[in-house]
């Protein structure tokens, strides 16, 4: 059974930074792409970044040179490091992994003074 759980969410100021991860197990972590979306409420859930399984990494426009994705095969664990943060950036963050229909929980990032 394949599970993937977020973490690191939270509330931050405009500015500041956050760090995503996502642990995952029931898979070949190795050898799967991973992915960031991202839902704002009464909004579509969106690519905010996905890196593939040789370390290849792409992202939104909305958040090129401010987020950052990452992977540690060892640890089953892809990260989303997040600068620079503003009040456009809150949704619900979602990991999953590319070209298939697993999804985590989901943990909230609200960015707000």
């Known amino acids: 059974q394949v599970q993937l759980v977020e973490s690191g969410g939270g509330l931050v100021q405009p500015g500041g930074s956050l760090r995503l991860s996502c642990a995952a197990s029931?898979?070949?972590?190795?050898?799967?792409?991973m992915g960031w979306y991202r839902q704002a409420p009464g909004k579509e859930r969106d690519l905010v970044a996905a890196?593939?399984?040789?370390?290849?990494?792409k992202y939104a426009d909305s958040v090129k040179g401010r987020f950052t994705i990452s992977r540690n095969n060892a640890k089953n664990t892809v990260y989303l490091q997040m600068n620079n943060l503003k009040p456009e950036d809150t949704a619900v963050y979602y990991c999953?992994?590319?070209?298939?229909?697993?999804w985590g929980q989901g943990t909230q990032v609200t960015v707000s003074s």
């Open positions: 029931g898979i070949s972590f190795s050898i799967n792409g």
């Open positions: 999953t992994v590319t070209r298939t229909d697993h």
């Open positions: 890196i593939s399984s040789g370390g290849s990494a």
